[in-house]
């Protein structure tokens, strides 16, 4: 009879964690992880483009050390931070992140518009090679950041629904920190368009 108790008992628990989210806090939490493991291993696969494309730009226009010092100084903020999955507890540490990737796409974006300067360095095979190579990599860092960003949607929405926040709040779980748009500002104003009208 006690046995008969201990498993109804048992069983009740079990169907009061699935009822409360419990189980969906935890299949949430997996799915964020490997997400993530996703956005940092197509960041980690651009950070390895870096030191080549600085090379082979600096074989054809060495004058350009600033940018070229920029590029290599970014990419050395971006490997100073661990991307671990302890990151996403913490939002200044995701802001950090999101603030050196941020760092190295802008030094990288004016890397290549003085690339455009110099035909010869345009028109060499381990260039064009990596840049396509890049172009890639920016492509898979976009769809990857979208996967983690939906993943957090559903997280975070379990985190703040009713009866679920309750089980939240229980056992610690918060929302965690996703994405945003550096320039937010800047690409929610419409651009004026001026034909030279007077």
């Not at 009061?16 to 997400?35: M, P, R, V, W």
Request: glycine fraction near 6%.
């Amino acid at each position: 009879m006690a046995r008969l108790s201990l498993t109804a008992m048992l069983a009740v628990f079990v169907l009061t964690l699935n009822g409360c989210g419990y189980n969906a806090f935890q299949a949430g939490d997996e799915s964020i992880k490997a997400h993530w493991a996703e956005v940092v291993n197509q960041y980690q696969r651009r950070a390895d483009l870096v030191p080549n494309l600085v090379n082979v730009v600096k074989g054809y226009a060495a004058h350009e050390k600033e940018i070229l010092e920029n590029v290599t100084l970014a990419r050395s903020r971006v490997a100073s931070i661990q991307a671990t999955p302890e990151l996403l507890n913490d939002p200044k540490a995701f802001a950090a992140f999101q603030q050196a990737q941020a760092g190295l796409q802008g030094a990288l974006s004016r890397l290549i518009a003085v690339a455009e300067n110099y035909p010869q360095l345009k028109a060499d095979g381990v260039f064009r090679d990596l840049m396509a190579q890049l172009e890639g990599t920016e492509n898979r860092i976009t769809v990857a950041r979208n996967r983690y960003i939906k993943a957090v949607e559903g997280y975070n929405v379990t985190v703040r629904s009713f009866p679920s926040n309750l089980t939240a709040i229980v056992f610690g779980y918060t929302v965690k920190p996703t994405f945003e748009v550096a320039n937010e500002k800047e690409i929610s104003t419409a651009p004026k368009v001026d034909f030279g009208q007077k």
